[in-house]
């Protein structure tokens, strides 16, 4: 490992900010998929059974795993434009740099400071094809948990 990830990482568990990245796992087709030919999402299902759980348009129920972790957040505003990822942006995006040993498989959303995120674009910063660190746009979701 190069010297630049191993100190990133280190200054990341210093001062890095707290936050939880939620991934989904074991996933439960829901009941409705059942009952249409495309094995998809079926709102008339839910209509007519209305006391099962809503999968909400999901198709499946699937169990959440919290991960605490550290990152570097940033307001898109405090970034320099030349430096963003790829996309598009609102005033209530954050730019996230995170250490590069951390899996996306599976992730679904970012937990920061009482609000929700999903992660977009996510790309990794590499000096000689060492990965140093990770990065991404973090579009907010819910302004609540
Ligand atoms: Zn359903």
Same mark, same amino acid.
């Given at each position: 490992?190069l010297d630049?990830?191993?100190?990133?990482?280190?200054?990341?568990?210093? #001062?890095?900010?707290?936050?939880? =990245?939620?991934?989904?796992?074991?996933?439960?087709?829901?009941?409705?998929? +059942? $009952? $249409?030919?495309?094995? +998809?999402?079926?709102?008339?299902?839910?209509?007519?059974n209305p006391?099962?759980?809503d999968c909400?348009?999901?198709?499946?129920?699937?169990?959440? $795993?919290?991960?605490?972790?550290?990152? =570097?957040?940033?307001?898109?505003?405090?970034?320099?434009?030349?430096?963003?990822?790829?996309?598009?942006?609102?005033?209530?995006?954050?730019?996230?740099?995170?250490?590069?040993?951390?899996?996306?498989?599976?992730?679904?959303?970012?937990?920061?400071?009482?609000?929700?995120? #999903?992660?977009?674009?996510?790309?990794?910063?590499?000096? +000689?094809?060492?990965?140093?660190? +990770? =990065?991404?746009?973090?579009?907010?979701?819910?302004?609540?948990?």
């Amino acid at each position: 490992m190069l010297d630049e990830a191993v100190s990133f990482d280190e200054f990341l568990e210093e #001062e890095g900010n707290d936050l939880v =990245f939620l991934y989904e796992s074991s996933k439960t087709p829901c009941p409705c998929t +059942q $009952n $249409n030919v495309h094995g +998809q999402y079926d709102r008339y299902w839910h209509q007519t059974n209305p006391a099962e759980p809503d999968c909400q348009g999901q198709g499946y129920f699937a169990d959440v $795993n919290q991960v605490n972790n550290k990152a =570097f957040i940033l307001p898109v505003d405090d970034v320099e434009e030349k430096t963003l990822p790829a996309g598009s942006y609102s005033k209530d995006d954050q730019i996230i740099y995170f250490s590069s040993s951390i899996s996306l498989e599976g992730l679904v959303n970012v937990e920061y400071r009482g609000k929700v995120y #999903e992660l977009k674009n996510p790309d990794s910063y590499s000096i +000689q094809n060492q990965d140093i660190c +990770q =990065f991404g746009l973090l579009k907010l979701v819910k302004t609540h948990v």
